[in-house]
């Protein structure tokens, strides 16, 4: 027996012959050999049904060493490996736990929100730990706020398997180009009637033809139905002349619908991932047109008025905005471009009939930003300007401000013709400003909102 402690940095001292040297090596690469067969060989893969259900890469299941965390910013060490796409994620629990999870943009609210829905199996969370394979060269590093340190070469994985997720049963999560599938692999001797799939968290489940819809908060998601095939002892693919369906056993257990195959093969369950349903194009747009000219054109702020007119304003460095008819001219406000680049104002009846389109600039550049409209149709605009000769005008008994800084916003109210001006004064300090909103209340008083871009002294070393 060697004694360890006659290992000297790496080299054996000189009472071992270099006969017990070579003796150790090969001992040593014979252990490395036998475990690497063993495990690829303890678990059993099934092969695919054609070339294109081969894993990607694209598709990994990245492991968890502390870099996930909830929405109260608490670590999830439950969470052993997830992936992320751009449909609906997954988070495998070290218990069996699927976590399925979405976004949705809210337009209304201007908020992202989340939503999850968890799958078990019937009898709750197995204690079978994951097991991964086929691991990425790549890795990835995070540096978080609870991790200030980093949690480093956290590597993707090719499939992740739950062995004996049922009696004889594998459940196994890969991929293919398409996106995540779960594979149900029901070995000789197990029965394909004891996977039942428990979901938590939905507000209900709708079997279909094609899918199970999982509905959660006025969002859905489908889980396609699956497909399966027979694998015999020698490999051979045998497809099935029958479709395992869902069936809802109750209101939130469902199993497969499972046809005559031979029990002495492997019996193998394919299963997509839920997608999000795409929803058809609905075409309801009344009109819409462009708005432009030679040269680049930015529309920032819309509003509409009481007789339902669409009011557009924006930025251009347009000469010939807008090559509509009527285009700027007489009767408007500004009917040329005064400057390098203007804000720009077009209004339109709710026919698409262009009313009128003016400038307002001067000879340096100026942005058009938001926009309202009040009561009585006339028109606010904000936005900022360089420009330190922009026609300024005030109401009787009322003071203009003058420009004052390197950029100062300016604050506009127009006639609803968009012939001239009821007033226009600049706002802003020395340094720069820029125009974020506008509005205005019942009374029509005028509420603005400014960014100052502000100084910072550097600290002295």
Request: glycine residues 6%; aromatic residues 12%.
């Amino acid at each position: 027996m060697i004694n360890l402690s006659s290992i000297q940095t790496g080299i054996f001292k000189q009472e071992y012959s270099n006969r017990n040297i070579q003796l150790l090596k090969m001992y040593l690469s014979f252990i490395l050999i036998f475990s690497s067969f063993i495990a690829k060989t303890q678990y059993y893969i099934p092969p695919e049904l054609n070339e294109t259900e081969k894993p990607s890469k694209s598709h990994y299941f990245y492991q968890n060493k502390g870099q996930l965390t909830d929405f109260n910013s608490v670590v999830r060490n439950d969470i052993s490996y997830y992936n992320i796409n751009n449909s609906v994620n997954l988070a495998l629990s070290v218990k069996g736990r699927v976590s399925y999870t979405w976004n949705v943009e809210d337009l209304q609210e201007e908020e992202l929100k989340s939503f999850r829905i968890d799958m078990f199996r019937n009898n709750n969370e197995t204690g079978v730990q994951p097991v991964a394979l086929g691991k990425s060269k790549n890795y990835l590093n995070f540096f978080y706020p609870h991790c200030p340190n980093g949690v480093t070469d956290v590597r993707g994985f090719e499939r992740i398997i739950y062995p004996d997720y049922y009696n004889e049963i594998d459940y196994h999560l890969t991929s293919n180009q398409a996106g995540i599938k779960h594979m149900y692999v029901v070995k000789p001797g197990g029965n394909p009637n004891d996977i039942e799939l428990r979901f938590k968290g939905q507000d209900s489940l709708v079997n279909t033809i094609n899918n199970l819809e999982m509905y959660l908060d006025g969002e859905t998601i489908l889980l396609p139905n699956a497909i399966a095939y027979e694998v015999t002892s020698s490999g051979q693919i045998i497809p099935s002349n029958w479709s395992p369906n869902f069936t809802l056993i109750n209101s939130d257990v469902i199993q497969f619908n499972v046809g005559n195959y031979n029990t002495n093969n492997t019996l193998v369950l394919v299963q997509s991932s839920p997608v999000i349903p795409t929803a058809p194009p609905v075409n309801n747009n009344a009109w819409s047109t462009y708005i432009g000219g030679n040269n680049s054109d930015v529309t920032n702020g819309v509003d509409s008025d009481a007789n339902e007119n669409i009011v557009v304003v924006g930025t251009t460095r347009s000469i010939n905005l807008n090559s509509f008819q009527p285009s700027p001219g007489s009767g408007v406000f500004q009917s040329t471009l005064a400057g390098l680049q203007d804000a720009y104002v077009v209004k339109f009846d709710n026919t698409d009939n262009e009313l009128w389109a003016t400038y307002i600039g001067g000879t340096d550049d100026d942005n058009g930003e938001k926009i309202v409209i009040d009561n009585n149709n006339d028109i606010f605009i904000i936005g900022d300007t360089k420009s330190t000769n922009l026609p300024t005008k005030c109401p009787t008994g009322a003071t203009c401000n003058n420009y004052s800084g390197q950029q100062d916003v300016f604050i506009v109210k127009l006639k609803s013709d968009g012939s001239d001006t009821e007033w226009l004064t600049y706002y802003g300090g020395s340094l720069n400003e820029n125009a974020v909103d506008i509005d205005i209340n019942p009374s029509d008083d005028v509420y603005y909102s400014i960014q100052y871009l502000q100084y910072q002294l550097p600290n002295q070393k």
